[in-house]
């Protein structure tokens, strides 16, 4: 039979707004996540990334927050722009693992 | 630098054939991998590469070969294509550093295979 793709959790943002995405992590033993922008047919571009040690990081624009005790991240963005529109996806890993495992990712759209 | 690249960009196969799925990377990086993705879900690892002559399974390995020969090449192959693997596949390269895998991981642009 005909098999139905899933949906991906998708957010919706009037530019120059300011955007969440959120993503929840299952593995205690990983120390370094890394947030990923995809665009349509394009492969995935680093965003920022955060070491277990820290709780907040800053890049330009964005920043991603880590809460270890509810195993959960999350990517904003300031003032989106129209080239923000993409899939985001959250990866973790543990030093010395090679296996980066990825979220389920976030469609996020912004509203000219 | 052309980073990663990926051949070809867009496949149809169908069921029963085999093909190899070309991935080059031209700095010097001794760490490469294959993820697939299917719409609604993340990337998937299927088999990684520390160095030439080292491979090992990722997450979803079935229905797929690798190796490494050189640092440049790691080619994936489908040795009989099911329609199950139709997807887009990511090859992938980074480096080690003295602490493990570097930050940052260098992603092809991808390459459509629709199985028939």
């Known amino acids: 039979g005909e098999s139905v793709g899933l949906h991906l959790p998708t957010l919706s943002v009037q530019e120059g707004d300011n955007s969440i995405i959120n993503c929840a992590y299952s593995?205690?033993?990983?120390?370094?996540f890394i947030w990923y922008k995809q665009e349509s047919g394009k492969g995935p571009q680093f965003i920022i990334d955060?070491?277990?040690?820290?709780d907040k990081r800053q890049g330009q624009r964005v920043t991603v927050l880590l809460n270890k005790t509810v195993k959960h991240l999350s990517l904003q963005i300031a003032a989106t722009q129209p080239g923000d529109s993409a899939v985001y996806f959250c990866a973790e890993n543990n030093f010395g693992n090679e296996k980066l495992t990825f979220g389920t990712g976030t469609r996020l759209t912004i509203i000219p | 630098n052309a980073g990663v690249t990926q051949t070809p960009k867009f496949q149809v196969l169908k069921t029963g054939q085999s093909m190899t799925l070309q991935c080059a990377q031209d700095?010097?990086?001794?760490?490469m991998s294959w993820y697939r993705q299917d719409p609604g879900m993340g990337l998937r690892l299927i088999h990684y590469?520390?160095?030439?002559?080292?491979?090992d399974q990722g997450e979803v390995p079935n229905g797929y070969n690798v190796s490494r020969s050189t640092t440049e090449d790691f080619p994936l192959r489908l040795l009989s294509a099911a329609p199950s693997q139709t997807s887009v596949y990511f090859c992938a390269s980074s480096y080690f550093t003295g602490t493990g895998l570097s930050d940052t991981i260098y992603f092809g642009e991808g390459s459509w295979l629709t199985v028939v």
């Open positions: 700095m010097n990086h001794e760490y």
């Open positions: 593995n205690s033993a990983s120390d370094y």
């Open positions: 955060i070491r277990s040690n820290m």
């Open positions: 590469s520390v160095g030439a002559g080292i491979t």
